[in-house]
């Protein structure tokens, strides 16, 4: 009877401690699985901010030797004539033996013009300069030397309440409407440029228009022409944002930005 009894406890004791094993097991190798996928996703995140940072940071290193080339092509063009100019006038005002002031004003007024155009050059290349002002102000300072020349007018307009955006973000983006300006002194032969700013609860809209020969668009954005194009809608990705670019031939281009403010 005892012996009876005894196995009758062995038979519930043995598979209690089977399945209390069983369970245990279960629990640890869930435990370990889960901490596996937590160490793995861990892992694949630091991966993609640190694949996001190189992009990130090769795309302000291609930006700012695109402006390096735009800005060294100004100078040339612009800063060099005006100093050439006045050495000419110099060697003029040399050789004449009268005093005359009105070629002397024009002299005083050329050198003028060129040391405000290196000024503006230094205040569009400096990320620092760029992060003490707000993107409209910084956006608003590249169009005034723009309009300077005297070739293109430039405007602004603002709709809803000015909202900042993350720091790296704004510079980016000043970056793309900096692009944006320079393909259209280099191949739009436009005489109007207009930015408009609209900014919305979640995302602020900038509009760059001007009224050049426009383009083909679907044709120009694939062609090798087109990289500059490929680059301002690839940069607008990169922070989250999107580009849409329509044009008509003779009609104009108008490029819109999507921008998150985070």
Same mark, same amino acid.
């Given at each position: 009877?005892?012996?009876?009894?005894?196995?009758?406890?062995?038979?519930?004791?043995?598979?209690?401690?089977?399945?209390?094993?069983?369970?245990? @097991?279960?629990?640890?190798?869930?435990?370990?699985?889960?901490?596996?996928?937590?160490?793995?996703?861990?892992?694949?995140?630091?991966?993609?901010?640190?694949?996001?940072?190189?992009?990130?940071?090769?795309?302000?290193?291609?930006?700012? /030797?695109?402006?390096?080339?735009?800005?060294?092509?100004?100078?040339?063009?612009?800063?060099?004539?005006?100093? @050439?100019?006045?050495?000419?006038?110099?060697?003029?005002?040399?050789?004449?033996?009268?005093?005359?002031?009105?070629?002397?004003?024009?002299?005083?007024?050329?050198?003028?013009?060129?040391?405000?155009?290196?000024?503006?050059?230094?205040? @569009?290349?400096?990320?620092?300069?760029?992060?003490?002002?707000?993107?409209?102000?910084?956006?608003?300072?590249?169009?005034?030397?723009?309009?300077? @020349?005297?070739?293109?007018?430039?405007?602004?307009?603002?709709?809803?309440?000015?909202?900042?955006?993350?720091?790296?973000?704004?510079?980016?983006?000043?970056?793309?409407?900096?692009?944006?300006?320079?393909?259209?002194?280099?191949?739009?032969?436009?005489?109007?440029?207009?930015?408009?700013?609209?900014?919305?609860?979640?995302?602020?809209?900038?509009?760059?228009?001007?009224?050049?020969?426009?383009?083909?668009?679907? /044709?120009?954005?694939?062609? /090798?022409?087109?990289?500059?194009?490929?680059?301002?809608?690839?940069?607008? /990705?990169?922070?989250?944002?999107?580009?849409?670019?329509?044009?008509?031939?003779?009609?104009?281009?108008?490029?819109?930005?999507?921008?998150?403010?985070?």
């Amino acid at each position: 009877m005892q012996n009876d009894q005894d196995r009758e406890i062995l038979f519930v004791i043995i598979p209690s401690i089977i399945i209390f094993f069983a369970l245990s @097991s279960a629990i640890v190798f869930f435990m370990l699985y889960f901490q596996k996928r937590k160490f793995q996703y861990v892992k694949e995140k630091n991966e993609r901010e640190k694949q996001f940072a190189e992009q990130l940071l090769q795309s302000r290193l291609e930006m700012q /030797e695109q402006t390096f080339d735009s800005i060294s092509q100004e100078i040339h063009d612009n800063v060099g004539q005006l100093l @050439s100019l006045a050495r000419l006038q110099l060697s003029i005002a040399e050789q004449s033996e009268m005093n005359d002031k009105g070629l002397l004003a024009d002299i005083k007024g050329n050198i003028g013009n060129a040391l405000t155009d290196l000024r503006d050059i230094a205040k @569009s290349l400096s990320t620092s300069r760029i992060q003490q002002l707000t993107l409209i102000q910084a956006v608003e300072q590249e169009l005034q030397r723009i309009g300077r @020349s005297g070739t293109i007018n430039c405007s602004v307009e603002v709709s809803g309440n000015e909202q900042a955006i993350a720091e790296q973000k704004k510079i980016i983006t000043f970056r793309i409407v900096q692009e944006s300006l320079q393909n259209i002194l280099k191949h739009a032969a436009a005489t109007n440029i207009a930015v408009g700013f609209e900014f919305l609860n979640e995302q602020l809209n900038i509009s760059i228009a001007d009224d050049g020969m426009g383009f083909s668009t679907d /044709e120009n954005i694939k062609a /090798e022409s087109g990289l500059g194009l490929q680059n301002i809608i690839k940069r607008s /990705e990169l922070i989250m944002g999107k580009a849409t670019i329509s044009s008509t031939i003779n009609l104009g281009t108008k490029i819109i930005l999507t921008i998150p403010y985070v």
